[in-house]
């Protein structure tokens, strides 16, 4: 058993104990508070004038697809051959060895929510997994799939639009995405009408009708299966959107085909944000540390979170990056500086990316019971002098930061 003692715990969802303590066995946290047990044979770690709270969280990003330094052998994020891909896995690009992980862990980023880029219309399949470095990436996993990436605006229409095929416009990039969800539920109902022809079979097969002809099974499709999964909720369709407008065309068809959806980026979500509170949807906001690299992006303003959360929007806090995964503190900070208040920044680098990823029940917050993915910081999370002192996930030091010159 692990103690973790003395330390201003933020539970992040139960309060703040100071001084607090975190019991820590088996992978999992066993209680939270001030006044515990302490174990006679537990491991102390004395926190005494440092912050404790759950492991941070980056609901968005590209981590182990585009390991950097490494060219093009390794850049796995955007198969830009077809704008249609939802049969494509995060898993299967995914580098376990990018070197970024060591550095994700070591700043107390412990979870993050990684997959394909946003050239095509659907890009894929995410996935969500732990940052402790492994040789094997199913060593990794909290969760896959994790979600399917669909993008708006411009990258797909200039993806393809400088190739002359579709989509190239806005109109395209709709029409495209509405076309390939229509095309899912065709082939869902295929197969529901096999399936009860298939049952009706077997049951006139028990009653002895030697006569009865199976049905024929229907041709599998992986893209339509993919998409398929999203439609019954299996997966949230996750739409990379920066400009209102294409905001408001990912909202109209998610509520055409019943879609659960998170919308990634809403550079502009300030507009419309008293539209995005009253229907709901989570946003995954950011990346803050960024330029206006391309048009859509004219309109940015980092106060965008602060006035998202402020008109009652699910928050999370995204960095859209690789090795830059470990400064999602700092874009937290900005958003603080700009009106986000602390505790809502604290919330969107934890609980809101596990709820909104889905791994609340296992990660985001200092509860009993949830993996013991803990940080110790040597000051206040948002302050950019602060360091990890230590990092457990899932119970296991994998980051205890020196306290002697070497």
């Known amino acids: ?24 066995e088996g992978g999992r946290i066993v209680a939270v508070g001030e006044d515990l047990v302490l174990p006679e044979d537990a491991e102390i770690y004395d926190a005494n004038g440092k912050v404790v709270m759950p492991g941070l969280i980056d609901a968005h990003c590209h981590v182990g697809l585009w390991p950097e330094g490494l060219g093009w052998e390794h850049s796995d994020g955007n198969e830009m051959t077809d704008p249609i891909t939802p049969h494509l896995r995060a898993l299967d690009a995914l580098h376990p060895e990018d070197p970024a992980w060591k550095e994700l862990a070591e700043a107390g980023v412990t979870t993050v929510l990684t997959g394909p880029g946003s050239g095509n219309l659907i890009g894929g399949q995410w ?7 492994r040789s094997n990436v199913q060593d990794m996993l909290l969760l896959e799939p994790a979600g399917m990436k669909m993008a708006l605006g411009e ?5 393809y639009g400088t190739q002359k095929k579709a989509p190239s416009t806005r109109m395209g990039n709709a029409a495209a995405l509405r076309a390939a969800l229509v095309d899912a539920q065709n082939y869902l109902e295929k197969w529901r009408r096999y399936e009860e022809s298939q049952a009706r079979y077997l049951a006139k097969r028990e009653a002895g009708e030697d006569d009865a002809e199976p049905p024929q099974q229907p041709e599998r499709d992986l893209k339509l299966e993919a998409l398929g999964k999203v ?28 879609l659960d959806l998170t919308l990634e980026h809403a550079t502009e979500g300030y507009k419309i944000a008293g539209l995005l509170a009253d229907k709901g949807i989570p946003v995954t906001a950011g990346p803050i540390l960024f330029s206006r690299a391309k048009a859509e992006l004219k309109e940015m303003t980092p106060r965008n979170p602060a006035l998202m959360a402020q008109a009652g929007v699910k928050l999370a806090i995204q960095t859209d990056e690789m090795s830059a995964v470990k400064y999602l503190t700092i874009n937290a900070a900005l958003a603080v500086r700009e009106g986000l208040p602390e505790d809502e920044a604290l919330k969107a680098i934890t609980i809101h990316p596990a709820e909104i990823i889905g791994v609340e029940d296992r990660i985001g917050s200092l509860e009993a019971g949830k993996d013991a993915d803990v940080v110790v910081f040597s000051g206040h999370p948002l302050d950019y002098r602060t360091v990890a002192d230590l990092v457990l996930i899932d119970g296991q030091v994998v980051y205890q930061r020196a306290t002697e010159p070497a």
């Open 127 to 133: 996935v969500c997994v732990k940052t402790a470095p």
């Open 155 to 159: 990258n797909p229409k200039r993806v």
């Open 231 to 258: 439609l019954r909720h299996e997966m949230k369709a996750r739409v990379h959107a920066h400009r209102a407008d294409d905001m408001l065309t990912a909202i109209r068809i998610a509520e055409e085909f019943n």
């Open 1 to 24: 058993m692990i103690a973790i003692i003395n330390g201003r715990v933020l539970t992040i969802t139960q309060g703040t104990f100071d001084p607090g303590m975190v019991l820590v």
